[in-house]
C-alpha cells in the first residue's frame, strides 16, 4: 500500500515537497517513481529511483524537482522546486514490484497558479 500526500496550491516559482510511504520495505520495490498526469493528457514519468538509488527524470523536470528516500521510514519524496504552471498535475506515487507487477498510490493535486 502507498499513501501520497504533500500536494496543494503554489505561485509559480514556488516549491512543494510531496511524500509517499509505503507500508512495506522500499528495498522490496525494484523502483519506485512518481508520475503526473494533467487534464486531457496522459500519465507521464516525472522521475524515479531504483533500489540501488539511481535515479532518472522526465526532461521537462530535471534541475528543478529532486527525488529521494528514507529507508527507514520506507518512505519517498519528489521535492519540486521552481514549480511552473506546467507542472499542474495530479501526481501518483508507483512501486515496481517486478517488470509488469506495479502498485499505485492515490494521486495528490499540485496546482501552480497565481
Known amino acids: 500500500q502507498l499513501q501520497a500526500s504533500g500536494g496543494g496550491l503554489v505561485q509559480p516559482g514556488g516549491s512543494l515537497s510531496l511524500s509517499c510511504a509505503a507500508s512495506?520495505?522500499?528495498?522490496?520495490?525494484?523502483?519506485m517513481g512518481w508520475y503526473r498526469q494533467a487534464l486531457g493528457k496522459q500519465r507521464e514519468l516525472v522521475a524515479a529511483i531504483t533500489r540501488g538509488g539511481s535515479t532518472n527524470y522526465a526532461d521537462s523536470v530535471k534541475g528543478r524537482f529532486t527525488i529521494s528516500r528514507d529507508i527507514a521510514k520506507n518512505t519517498v519524496y519528489l521535492q519540486m522546486n521552481s514549480l511552473k504552471p506546467a507542472d499542474t498535475a495530479v501526481y501518483y506515487c508507483?512501486?515496481?514490484?517486478?517488470?509488469?507487477?506495479?502498485?499505485w498510490g492515490q494521486g495528490t493535486l499540485v496546482t501552480v497558479s497565481s
Open positions: 508507483r512501486a515496481r514490484a517486478a517488470i509488469g507487477v506495479d502498485y
Open positions: 512495506a520495505s522500499i528495498f522490496a520495490f525494484m523502483d
